[in-house]
């Protein structure tokens, strides 16, 4: 089946330490997404891509770095300069440009040790 | 910038009723609407989605209406089950591009028996 897979489901972080959180996907879709998800704020966007190689900062990218170096991985990276990284974070992949909706994998949720 | 806004919840129904969750938006284009629901500690998923002004979005007995006037998406259905509690994300995209998208922050429906 087509779809996206992040892993961990549940990761935790102690004071200081950079984490990775994968995000693959099988659907040949060109743009991934980043998004945080806090209880009562909706989803933010951290980061997204359009294409290998290429990437743009979204609304909250501070403490965050991803890459792009394969079509079907995006990872992101929680660094320590990230100081309230507690939350739940989803990636999505989008097929086309235009109005075609985005796909949504299980979600990582990230806690501080 | 663009920005949705919905009903605060949580939305408490009983079994059979008539449920209906608002969403208004601001938008600098023209967008696509969307609605995804996330069951709890899953990803989101797309219930239904309209790209242009009047259209009907429908999926599982839910129904929303792209209305440019009132620059509304409200969704709706007709006879809850308690299998619909979840969250509900009202979103949207322009359409240009791979853009991104601006989601409200969500609304809580939990149904009784």
């Known amino acids: 089946d087509g779809g996206i897979t992040q892993s961990p489901k549940y990761l935790f972080r102690k004071e200081g330490q950079n984490v990775t959180l994968s995000c693959e996907q099988n659907?040949?879709?060109?743009?991934m997404y980043w998004y945080r998800q806090d209880p009562g704020q909706g989803l933010r966007l951290i980061y997204y891509s359009q294409i290998v190689n290429d990437f743009q900062k979204g609304d909250i990218a501070e403490g965050y770095s991803v890459s792009r170096e394969k079509k079907e991985s995006f990872p992101l990276t929680v660094t320590s300069a990230q100081k309230n990284p507690t939350a739940f974070y989803l990636c999505?992949?989008?097929?086309?440009?235009?109005?075609?909706?985005?796909?949504f994998g299980d979600g990582t949720r990230l806690s501080i040790l | 910038g663009d920005s949705v806004t919905q009903m605060e919840g949580p939305v408490t129904l009983s079994e059979e009723a008539f449920l209906t969750i608002n969403c208004t938006y601001t938008a600098t284009g023209y967008p696509s609407l969307f609605w995804y629901v996330q069951y709890p500690g899953e990803g989101l998923q797309l219930l239904l989605k309209?790209?242009?002004?009047?259209d009907k979005g429908s999926n599982k007995g839910f129904e929303a209406t792209y209305r440019k006037e009132t620059t509304s998406f409200h969704l709706e259905k007709g006879s809850v089950q308690v299998s619909d509690s979840a969250v509900y994300f009202c979103a949207l995209s322009l359409n240009s591009g791979y853009s991104t998208l601006t989601f409200g922050k969500g609304t809580m429906l939990l149904v009784s028996p």
């Open positions: 309209a790209t242009k002004a009047d």
């Open positions: 659907l040949n879709h060109d743009a």
């Open positions: 999505a992949s989008k097929a086309g440009q235009g109005t075609q909706p985005q796909h």
